[in-house]
DNA sequence: ACGTTTGCTGAAAGCGCTTTCATAAGAAGA
DNA sequence: TCTTCTTATGAAAGCGCTTTCAGCAAACGT
């Protein structure tokens, strides 16, 4: 049925063995003999089988990532930039998703084990015990995005100073009653370093994050919008926001306008990200810009690197940087 | 080194088809070998070899996704509902983007037909005719979505009849003078049959859109602002825009603010696509939405149903709908 | 009681490729 | 000229699984 190598053999004239070599090491061959060999295999249309090479190689010549959904602007831009460094050299991408359950994250994990990837990327670093078992165990090539647990290779940003750098900044504006919106901080342990960072930095100035002042939510505009209204409706409200990611900034924006209240003027409003998105709403957003697609490239770049044996930094941490716009300003003490 | 098959059947004290056997047709043992099978792979911490299983199967339970870009709500979105679908039946994705190349998506093609997927889901009916031949050659099932070309099944939506929509409504609203943003019109024909839509009932209504009062840009929302800007700065700018995507006229909305203009009283707005946030943005966003999300069911749905040799419908023609919101109002004409 | 079916398991032949090892033919050195 | 390297190629042994095809019991039918 379909060209398979042996037919491209035949046709040239050569053995299988060659046309093997003129695939996967063509310097090893007379320039005459490969010549006759490519000749074959395009007239003939021939594909190399993949599973069969992978068989034979033990590569498959394909990188898994496993990430909380791909339904998410900073996720997909990070997969989009991996993917593309990727394929510049000839890997694919597999992707799945586990919806923030270590179980499924388990269960992708084996999948993408067995379906024989060349190397893993992973979001953040908590995760079931036997999830990190099944991966020790494999023996390979692991990388960890925006948070590393110290054992696993990884390209970090350092969340907690995400974090800190919008809390510092309202409190630079004067302002002493904060708020914030976080996802769901169970099997996320990058909000969780990001309240923590804000909530040390208002500490380390006298005032506090409580409990009250911080409610969670799902990581959408919606679910921001949603967490500014409780915040707003509080007894003693705070004068600013601060979204752990810019969606739910870009909620607050929305909330606010929609209960007539001025931002920056009534509130101020920081996120964590830095959205291409947050630069054009009214007022522009300020935020703390997280490199996202460089997290996916640096990823992709370092499994690349793994998979050749090639020396690596174990950990690569990205900056992130305050990035104002109108959407905060000083607070006026009445 | 690792685990395998054979290890398995040496320490139940079976053959290797037993074990295979227990894997995949769990139903042909007796319930006692296979405990006994299952019970030894789990204490030796059995994996399957996805590769070679592949290669005696036949099957490699991957299906390949080229889109455009995962960098998009719109792809992201049928991606993820395309994995979370295709996981149940445990499949895994494989994806690929091509960026508005032609050729780029050629390789993919040949990249994940490499790679064994057992199915392929493709954006858009217009490409390379070799990726065609490619294509049929494999006789692989492959899905076409958001448009069909009459020949592979196709999950698709009429884009025609959103372009549509949205030029009707503002006719009816009383406008005259519509300016369209789209995407850039080569080997993009979800943009183009768009745009053919509102241009037709435009000029059903005795109306025109002129090339003047179309413009092409990259699909951004700073491409929707910089469209907006040069429909605004014309001599005789139109009285209502429509956006080839939502985030077109999200950053019509952004510009129109920054110009000081108010939407919907200066100027109305309409986009197509039916984002999350365009529920969200001040004003509402009009839009006709289109149901991303099931595109993305549908196809991983139509896909294993294909691969299962289970008959299909040659093509699905999703639904869309025109949702009303504050951003697009009646013209009063001066 | 004797063929016949049914249920479960094993032997073995690949799936299409890679890769080691061996070999043959030149090139180079002595 | 004869040995020693190189260089280019081929033969063949797998990679780890699936899947006929057989075989052997036990159960069935008459």
Redesign the pocket.
């Known amino acids: 049925?379909?060209v398979?190598?042996?037919d491209v053999a035949r046709d040239a004239?050569?053995?299988?063995?060659?046309?093997?070599?003129a695939?996967?090491q063509p310097e090893?061959?007379?320039s005459?003999?490969?010549a006759r060999v490519r000749a074959s295999a395009q007239r003939l249309g021939?594909l190399?089988?993949g599973a069969?090479?992978a068989?034979?190689?033990?590569r498959s010549m394909t990188i898994g990532a496993i990430v909380p959904t791909l339904d998410s602007a900073i996720f997909a831009r990070a997969l989009q930039a991996m993917q593309a460094t990727l394929a510049q050299s000839g890997y694919l991408l597999l992707v799945a998703s586990h919806e923030a359950s270590p179980a499924a994250e388990t269960q992708a994990v084996r999948a993408l084990l067995g379906r024989g990837v060349d190397g893993l990327m992973l979001v953040g670093a908590e995760r079931a015990p036997e999830t990190t078992a099944l991966l020790r165990a494999s023996g390979l090539p692991v990388v960890l995005t925006w948070c590393g647990d110290g054992h696993f290779t990884a390209v970090t940003i350092d969340n907690a100073m995400a974090g800190r750098l919008a809390a510092e900044h309202l409190i630079s504006l004067g302002h002493r009653r904060i708020g914030m919106i976080v996802g769901h901080l169970q099997f996320n342990d990058r909000q969780r370093a990001r309240l923590a960072g804000a909530r040390l930095a208002l500490e380390e100035a006298g005032l506090s994050l409580p409990d009250p002042l911080v409610v969670e939510q799902s990581l959408t505009l919606a679910g921001g919008r949603a967490g500014c209204a409780m915040l707003l409706d509080l007894d003693d409200r705070p004068t600013a926001l601060i979204g752990g990611i810019d969606l739910f900034a870009i909620g607050c924006l929305e909330e606010a306008h929609a209960r007539g209240m001025a931002v920056p003027d009534d509130l101020s409003v920081v996120g964590i990200d830095g959205l291409d998105m947050s630069a054009h709403v009214s007022p522009g957003l300020t935020t703390v810009h997280v490199p996202t697609g460089r997290i996916g490239n640096l990823a992709a770049q370092t499994l690349i690197a793994m998979v050749a044996h090639r020396p690596v930094q174990q950990e690569t941490l990205l900056p992130v940087e305050l990035v104002v716009r109108r959407s905060s300003q000083a607070h006026i003490a009445l």
């Not at 004239?13 to 070599?21: D, F, K």
């Not at 068989?55 to 033990?58: D, E, Y």
């Open positions: 049925m379909r398979k190598l042996s004239g050569v053995s299988a063995a060659t046309v093997s070599r695939i996967a090893l061959l007379s005459e003999t490969l021939y190399p089988d069969a090479r068989l034979a190689s033990g």
